[in-house]
């Protein structure tokens, strides 16, 4: 086992280097949760490696969002050309020059690609712009606005413009897809929330036996203040007992709940892929320029970024009793304070 987790590591690693981490690596390379801990340094060594794990990741989605910044760039000029040729009857003979001379302002361009925007499509450029932007509501909202007035258009004149008809029906198709695919995401995230809901519930009763263990400990301690710490009585192993107890008692179902998290997420590959294969028909549809695709789903590897920031996260109970101590250099009881804290 342990040489699988370092060959994992390995394959992460060179990954990184290569600039190509798929959804799949992230999986295969992330730490089994401990389910027990006795020793506080088996919790810190697997929130690092979950930590390495979630940066690396965090990276990758920055990098892959800067590519795409940079391709809509490109895409941007692309479309206003495109566009030009599709209804050049109805640009002007001295804007067709002036935009093939170079010396149209980036202003003009844009007054022009939304005038040519709304003559296509019926939205401003902006709207095209955004529609990935949107949250699954927003764009389970749009969707269904877009189905029903092309729909409608179509229906109420068959014969006008059938063209951009055809155009808009496909549309209507994609976004009547789109829709049916985010709210099959959305279930998923739901189910995860509710879970997640629970779980915060059954918390709060799991750390009561636990701030009931963390006063008796330190009463006990206070009733032999004179016991050097590391003979008799040594507090760090007294108050760890108090965390095992509860960790021990939670971690199965954080662990249960993330690994179901994690089946749903994987379970979605292909939702996630279609998502944003629809999102570029859209635009082409739009803009009748083809947007370059990731090799790898964005949306996927966001989804297992939120993942990997809930593993890393373990089970720590809600503390309502702290006992600070302070020390002598010799090891001695030197004063205590007590303090209430509520999470």
């Given at each position: 086992?342990?040489?699988?987790?370092?060959?994992?590591?390995?394959?992460?690693?060179?990954?990184?280097?290569?600039?190509?981490?798929?959804?799949?690596?992230?999986?295969?390379?992330?730490?089994?949760?401990?389910?027990?801990?006795?020793?506080?340094?088996?919790?810190?060594?697997?929130?690092?490696?979950?930590?390495?794990?979630?940066?690396?990741?965090?990276?990758?989605?920055?990098?892959?969002?800067?590519?795409?910044?940079?391709?809509?760039?490109?895409?941007?000029?692309?479309?206003?050309?495109?566009?030009?040729?599709?209804?050049?009857?109805?640009?002007?003979?001295?804007?067709?020059?002036?935009?093939?001379?170079?010396?149209?302002?980036?202003?003009?361009?844009?007054?022009?690609?939304?005038?040519?925007?709304?003559?296509?499509?019926?939205?401003?450029?902006?709207?095209?712009?955004?529609?990935?932007?949107?949250?699954?509501?927003?764009?389970?909202?749009?969707?269904?606005?877009?189905?029903?007035?092309?729909?409608?258009?179509?229906?109420?004149?068959?014969?006008?413009?059938?063209?951009?008809q055809k155009r808009n029906m496909n549309r209507a198709e994609l976004a009547e897809e789109q829709s049916a695919i985010t709210n099959r995401i959305q279930a998923k995230q739901s189910k995860f929330e509710d879970k997640l809901a629970q779980y915060r519930?059954?918390?709060?009763?799991?750390?009561?036996?636990?701030?009931?263990?963390?006063?008796?400990?330190?009463?006990?301690?206070?009733?032999?203040?004179?016991?050097?710490?590391?003979?008799?009585?040594?507090?760090?192993?007294?108050?760890?007992?108090?965390?095992?107890?509860?960790?021990?008692?939670?971690?199965?179902?954080?662990?249960?709940?993330?690994?179901?998290?994690?089946?749903?997420?994987?379970?979605?590959?292909?939702?996630?892929?279609?998502?944003?294969?629809?999102?570029?028909?859209?635009?082409?549809?739009?803009?009748?320029?083809?947007?370059?695709?990731?090799?790898?789903?964005?949306?996927?590897?966001?989804?297992?970024?939120?993942?990997?920031?809930?593993?890393?996260?373990?089970?720590?109970?809600?503390?309502?009793?702290?006992?600070?101590?302070?020390?002598?250099?010799?090891?001695?009881?030197?004063?205590?304070?007590?303090?209430?804290?509520?999470?």
């Open positions: 086992m342990k040489i699988k987790v370092v060959f994992s590591f390995m394959m992460l690693s060179f990954c990184i280097v290569n600039a190509q981490i798929s959804p799949m690596d992230i999986v295969i390379s992330t730490p089994a949760m401990p389910l027990n801990i006795n020793d506080f340094k088996v919790q810190d060594d697997f929130q690092k490696k979950v930590s390495v794990l979630k940066d690396s990741l965090a990276n990758e989605i920055s990098r892959r969002k800067e590519e795409a910044k940079e391709a809509g760039k490109d895409m941007e000029n692309k479309m206003g050309k495109q566009m030009m040729q599709q209804t050049g009857a109805n640009i002007s003979a001295a804007d067709m020059q002036k935009m093939k001379s170079g010396k149209m302002s980036k202003a003009e361009k844009e007054a022009m690609a939304n005038r040519m925007m709304q003559q296509m499509a019926n939205m401003s450029l902006d709207e095209a712009k955004d529609i990935n932007k949107l949250s699954p509501e927003g764009k389970k909202a749009y969707s269904e606005g877009l189905s029903t007035e092309m729909m409608a258009a179509a229906q109420a004149d068959p014969n006008k413009n059938l063209a951009q519930k059954n918390k709060e009763i799991w750390s009561i036996p636990y701030n009931v263990c963390l006063e008796s400990t330190h009463k006990y301690i206070d009733s032999h203040s004179n016991v050097s710490l590391g003979s008799d009585i040594n507090e760090g192993v007294e108050l760890q007992k108090c965390f095992t107890a509860f960790y021990n008692n939670a971690a199965p179902y954080y662990k249960g709940m993330l690994d179901e998290r994690l089946v749903d997420i994987q379970a979605l590959t292909a939702d996630y892929n279609r998502l944003e294969a629809i999102q570029n028909m859209m635009e082409y549809s739009i803009t009748g320029v083809k947007k370059p695709e990731n090799k790898v789903a964005l949306m996927h590897l966001e989804a297992l970024q939120e993942y990997l920031s809930y593993l890393r996260d373990l089970p720590m109970p809600t503390v309502t009793y702290v006992h600070i101590y302070k020390f002598k250099n010799e090891g001695k009881v030197k004063a205590k304070d007590k303090e209430k804290v509520v999470e």
